[in-house]
């Protein structure tokens, strides 16, 4: 089994910056990705980072220039540095992981139980 735990959230003022952490642990094998999602209320989860094993990272389009994703294949970790909030980022953020949990060539998905991030206007 894998487990993904989160940490960082909280409430901060629009303008205001924070940094979501992520640790993968137990049985693993390799990373092949790791990323950010989030979700609001009454609205579909949503990619909003992700790192590929050796690749350049992506964003959406509405936090590109604003987050930053970094992550350590071999630590097993996955950060999210997110500046110049805004009240619409207002979201549950789930760390997602893309795993080999044996020898053979087959990767699997998990997710974090998630963090909440309230941005006041």
């Known amino acids: 089994q894998v487990q993904l735990a989160e940490s960082g959230g909280g409430l901060v003022q629009a303008g205001g910056s924070l940094r979501l952490s992520c640790v993968a642990s137990?049985?693993?094998?390799?990373?092949?990705?790791m990323a950010w999602y989030r979700q609001a209320p009454g609205k579909q989860r949503e990619m909003v980072a992700e790192i590929r094993n050796g690749g350049t990272p992506t964003y959406a389009a509405s936090v590109k220039g604003r987050f930053t994703i970094s992550g350590d294949s071999v630590q097993k970790t996955v950060s999210l540095q997110m500046n110049s909030l805004r009240p619409e980022d207002t979201a549950v953020y789930f760390c997602?992981?893309?795993?080999?949990?044996?020898?053979?060539?087959?990767?699997?998905?998990?997710w974090g139980q998630g963090t909440q991030v309230t941005v006041s206007s």
């Open positions: 137990g049985t693993i094998f390799g990373i092949n990705s």
């Open positions: 997602y992981a893309d795993v080999r949990t044996s020898i053979a060539l087959r990767w699997y998905a998990y």
